[in-house]
């Protein structure tokens, strides 16, 4: 076997930036609006700051926020999370004061984008036959 397509197993995790000091703010988004729950970091990189967030079976989808010294919201990059229940996380989003831009380009899917509380652009997908 070549070092190729067959080495890779999954994506481990996706990490967007925050500014220093709004560990509380991101667990507000992630935990409380998302339903993320946060994994414990190991010790040596807990003192940089940030926090982990992980959802899904076996918690198979991770979003790490790191302190980024100068901090700029990422705009264009951004992860992407496959969902069950797109409608109700829309309107949870939009309750939460994070409001929801639907985007039909894809067909076949349904998406849309938020930003979380630090201006991260976040995409949302799933089947079209979700909640209908």
């Not at 100068?70 to 992860?79: I, Q, T």
């Not at 309750?95 to 201006?119: I, S, Y």
């Amino acid at each position: 076997m070549s070092w190729a397509k067959d080495h890779f197993v999954a994506l481990d995790h996706v990490k967007v930036a925050m500014p220093a000091g709004e560990e509380a703010k991101a667990r507000a988004f992630y935990i409380d609006v998302l339903g993320m729950f946060e994994l414990t970091k190991p010790a040596a990189l807990a003192a940089r700051g940030g926090a982990w967030f992980a959802g899904g079976d076996g918690a198979s989808v991770q979003i790490h926020c790191g302190v980024e010294k100068d901090f700029r919201p990422a705009k264009k990059a951004h992860p992407a999370v496959l969902i069950i229940g797109i409608d109700a996380l829309a309107a949870r989003l939009n309750k939460a004061g994070h409001p929801v831009t639907w985007d039909d380009d894809l067909e076949g899917l349904r998406r849309f984008f938020c930003e979380d509380p630090f201006g991260n652009r976040l995409e949302f997908i799933g089947s079209i036959e979700d909640d209908l």
